[in-house]
Every structure is written in structure tokens, then in C-alpha cells.
């Protein structure tokens, strides 16, 4: 933790074997007083000269990561990435042939998941999180970051209480007329020949493994639809050809709940939006997650 009476700056660090990736949380007290994102983006609320001390805190960190943690760490995860080598991304703008994979970043490098826009922005030379160039202060490499962010949601208000409805045990809420949360089958939640879609759908990098660990649910239409995934998803490549055409019905909504119980993904398809459908799906996601066999 950096700290000085204009604000004090925190850093989470991660650092793991089994998956060979570092990762990082930073926060600053100034986020609380930070303006509401517009569009996804929120600028923190201070003068230059506590902003500087900001940026200067949060240079700091980073110079303790990398000269303090990371040489110990790349030794340990280097002979994965001889397997696996990274390879530097041909431009700023993202590929018109998406496959929701992200490529893996040099062992040196360090994932942010959750980093404020503002504090992002003092990381550019521009001071501009909207730039669409890289254009990181001297010394620093920025690898990739999405524009318009991502942002987190936090959902508050009645519609969020929990009543007797919410049990796990109660039955789910009933569909608009059309639609279903089983296939035809009488199956229910993310089926395997489903994952392929799923990914496509999201630049999250989440193996078929990954999603058959995490709860969740899907919605089914009753009329015939034609979905089907523009890539194969190659950890499931045993299972067949790249062209093979999918195994069972797919959905057109789902939604999964991560390992700590909070809503990870939510999707529903263009066309069926507008209809109520996320607000289903989440629900029942949530309510089935929150069974004894659930997370």
C-alpha cells in the first residue's frame, strides 16, 4: 500500500503457478469520490497535483511488482510459455474474425481485471482513457485494454430483495409464453455441445472445462432456430471435426454463475432482447446456484 494525506493507493497481487498468469487489483481512495461512469467510463474527481501523486503511487507499485516479485515468479511459469509461446498482437484494433480467445500476454506481463478507468487513464500518456492508441507513459507497456471498458454492475433496489420466491427450493419463474428453460429432451442447464456458441459470443477466455464447473441456465425458444458457433472450441476438439454440426438444441439465453457465487456471464442473442429474458435467466441461475448443490 502506497499512502500520503492527499490519498492512499492499494494493489492485490496474484500470482499463479497452475495457470501462468499474474494478476492485479489496484484502488485508490479517490475512487470515491470518482464522477459515474458515462458510457462504461468514470474519471476520478481530484486536483493535478493529487492526481500526480496517484500516478506516482501507482508507478511505484508497479516497479515493486516487477522488481520485486515477478523475477522470482517467471523462473517458475517460463517452461509453460516455451509450450505455449506469446505472440504480439498485429495492431491496436481487434480482429474481424473474433474467436473469443485471448492471446497470452509475455511472462513478464500482468493482468489488471479490475482497474478504474480513471486510474488506467494516468497511465497514458495522453491522460485519455478514450485514445484508441496504447500510448503508455515511458517505461510502461500496455499489451491490450477494451474500448469502451467493461464495466462491473451492482444491482440494488426491490427487485434485488430476497423473498420466499428467491428459495432455491421454490419452483423457477414462469417463462413468457414460447419459451422454456429445458430442451426438448426435458435437459436442463449449459449442455457441452452449447460451449462452442457460448465462447464466440464473449472475448473472456473460458474453457469447456471452465464452463461445466459453473452453474448455469438456459432458455430455449419453441420454434426451430439455426445457431450454430462460427469456431470450434478446440478444448473439446476430441469430441469431433471443426465442422460438425452441433449435437442437441441450442439456447438463445444463458447465464453462469463464477466460483464466488456472483453472476459471471449473462448473454441473451439480438434478436429474443428486449423481451425480459436476462432478468429470467439470471434468476434462475442465481436460485439454482444457491442450492445445496450449487456453488
Request: glycine fraction near 8%; aromatic fraction near 8%.
Amino acid at each position: 500500500m502506497r499512502q500520503s494525506r492527499r490519498g492512499w493507493l492499494r494493489m492485490w497481487i496474484s500470482l499463479l503457478v497452475a495457470k501462468p498468469r499474474s494478476s492485479s487489483t489496484p484502488y485508490s481512495s479517490l475512487e470515491a469520490q470518482a464522477t459515474s461512469p458515462v458510457i462504461s467510463l468514470s474519471t476520478l474527481c481530484a486536483s493535478s497535483e493529487s492526481l500526480e501523486q496517484v500516478r506516482a503511487q501507482l508507478l511505484a507499485l508497479l516497479l515493486h511488482v516487477t522488481t520485486r516479485l515477478l523475477p522470482d515468479y517467471v523462473p517458475i511459469i517460463y517452461p509453460i510459455y516455451r509450450v505455449v509461446p506469446y505472440s504480439q498482437p498485429s495492431g491496436s484494433g481487434s480482429s474481424s474474425k473474433h474467436t473469443g480467445l485471448i492471446p497470452p500476454s509475455p511472462p513478464r506481463a500482468f493482468l489488471s481485471g479490475n482497474l478504474h478507468t480513471g486510474l488506467f487513464s494516468l497511465l497514458k500518456g495522453s491522460g485519455n482513457y478514450s485514445v484508441y492508441t496504447r500510448d503508455p507513459l515511458p517505461g510502461l507497456r500496455i499489451h491490450r485494454f477494451d474500448n469502451p471498458p467493461h464495466a462491473k454492475h451492482l444491482f440494488r433496489g426491490r427487485d434485488s430483495l430476497v423473498d420466499s420466491s428467491d428459495s432455491p427450493n421454490s419452483a423457477s419463474d414462469p417463462l413468457p409464453a414460447g419459451f422454456r428453460f429445458t430442451d426438448k429432451e426435458g435437459q436442463i442447464g449449459v449442455l457441452s455441445h452449447q460451449y462452442d456458441l457460448i465462447r464466440v459470443r464473449t472475448s473472456i477466455p473460458r474453457s469447456g472445462e471452465t464452463l461445466a464447473k459453473l452453474p448455469g441456465v438456459t432458455i430455449y425458444p419453441d420454434w426451430e432456430i439455426q445457431l450454430q458457433p462460427c469456431q470450434p472450441d478446440s478444448s473439446n476438439a476430441a469430441s469431433g471435426s471443426g465442422d460438425q454440426s452441433p449435437l442437441g438444441e441450442m439456447s438463445i439465453a444463458w447465464a453462469f454463475l463464477g466460483i464466488d457465487g456472483g453472476l459471471a456471464t449473462l448473454h441473451v442473442e439480438p434478436e429474443y432482447r428486449r423481451q425480459g429474458l436476462a432478468c429470467y435467466v439470471s434468476r434462475e441461475a442465481m436460485r439454482r446456484g444457491m442450492a445445496e448443490d450449487g456453488i
